[in-house]
């Protein structure tokens, strides 16, 4: 039977939202704080950093759901920083996902401290109690990793050097630095914390970061190429955003068709760093095919 790509995202989609709400609601929050939090995790959004937790825990033979708590985490983080990315002082973007970005909704105030209280959160529950990580090293390494690759190593630092970067030519090697800290450190966490929580051994976990590390990338070209190319109705927001703000991509380096090609040629690495894997890593490949084929 074909694997349906469709179907797999939507079921695990539900899975996240689901357990995303019900730790919002079972949070102890100021309830304008609460609604702002709410407002943004609800907001829509692929769910792909999650999807990718799950489905690297289910490519080396463990069970998809003990890696839940770690992809809400993850996403949290994720939506924390489109919450800051979209505040006047750094995108200064207005849309979000088809809707009223958060510091629209509510003000800057009530959004910077949402994003913050998400990204606090998100520690909060990697460091609960996880039924299905008995060793607590395990759980510390778990957490490091996706501090690493959240912090000044990876995301935020990927962010300064984009704000920085803003009107300056950047070389291929710098720009590639930069999208591997500010998109690709998250991915590639995603898929890592969710292959050790699925019992990976070290071969596994190589060959899965290896994955990660090409497919973070090609999203990043992916979006470099949406925000020429895309649909702003499809996106929901505005494109263009990128040649506003004078920040440097790989279609405004290499043109679009060449980026095209290199975004087809990091997919085919990641495929390629799981080629050993067996049928329970499809989830995988048809996520690193999506990830360039996407429309929004």
């Known amino acids: 039977m074909k694997f349906n790509?469709?179907?797999?995202?939507?079921?695990?989609?539900?899975?996240?939202?689901?357990?995303?709400?019900?730790?919002?609601?079972?949070?102890?929050?100021?309830?304008?704080?609460?609604?702002a939090m709410a407002y943004s995790i609800n907001a829509g959004g692929k769910r792909l950093r999650?999807?990718?937790?799950?489905?690297?825990?289910?490519?080396v033979g463990g069970?998809?759901?003990?890696?839940?708590?770690?992809?809400?985490?993850?996403?949290?983080?994720?939506?924390?920083?489109?919450?800051?990315?979209?505040?006047?002082?750094?995108?200064?973007?207005p849309m979000r996902r088809g809707r009223p970005s958060c510091h629209e909704a509510f003000d800057e105030a009530t959004a910077i401290f949402a994003g913050d209280a998400l990204q606090t959160m998100a520690f909060q529950v990697l460091s609960a109690d996880i039924p299905a990580i008995r060793d607590?090293?395990?759980?510390?390494?778990?957490?490091?990793?996706?501090?690493?690759?959240?912090?000044?190593?990876?995301?935020?630092?990927?962010?300064?050097?984009?704000?920085?970067?803003?009107?300056?030519?950047?070389?291929?090697?710098?720009?590639?630095?930069?999208h591997e800290m500010k998109t690709g450190a998250l991915i590639t966490a995603s898929v890592k914390t969710g292959s050790i929580?699925?019992?990976?051994?070290?071969?596994q976990i190589e060959c899965l970061t290896g994955y990660a590390q090409q497919i973070g990338l090609a999203f990043?070209?992916?979006?470099?190429?949406?925000?020429?190319?895309?649909?702003?109705?499809?996106?929901?927001?505005?494109?263009?955003?990128?040649?506003?703000?004078?920040?440097a991509t790989?279609?405004?380096i290499m043109g679009v068709d060449a980026s095209r090609k290199f975004a087809a040629k990091l997919v085919k690495n990641g495929l390629k760093a799981i080629e050993s894997f067996d049928i329970k890593a499809d989830p995988l490949r048809a996520l690193a095919k999506y990830i360039i084929e996407r429309t929004c």
Do not use: F, W
């Not at 990043?220 to 505005?238: N, R």
């Open 5 to 35: 790509l469709d179907e797999y995202i939507s079921q695990r989609r539900r899975i996240v939202n689901c357990e995303l709400n019900r730790l919002l609601e079972n949070s102890e929050h100021d309830e304008r704080l609460r609604c």
């Open 50 to 59: 999650p999807v990718l937790c799950m489905a690297s825990a289910e490519a």
């Open 63 to 93: 069970d998809p759901m003990d890696a839940l708590q770690t992809a809400c985490a993850i996403e949290m983080i994720h939506t924390y920083s489109l919450i800051h990315d979209d505040l006047p002082a750094i995108d200064n973007d």
């Open 136 to 178: 607590k090293k395990k759980q510390l390494e778990i957490i490091e990793i996706v501090a690493r690759a959240t912090g000044a190593e990876g995301m935020t630092g990927g962010q300064m050097k984009d704000i920085m970067a803003q009107g300056t030519p950047l070389s291929l090697d710098q720009l590639r630095k930069l």
């Open 197 to 203: 929580i699925g019992g990976a051994d070290a071969r």
């Open 220 to 247: 990043q070209v992916a979006d470099d190429l949406l925000d020429i190319t895309g649909d702003p109705k499809l996106m929901g927001k505005a494109t263009g955003v990128d040649s506003t703000l004078k920040k």
């Open 250 to 252: 790989y279609p405004g």
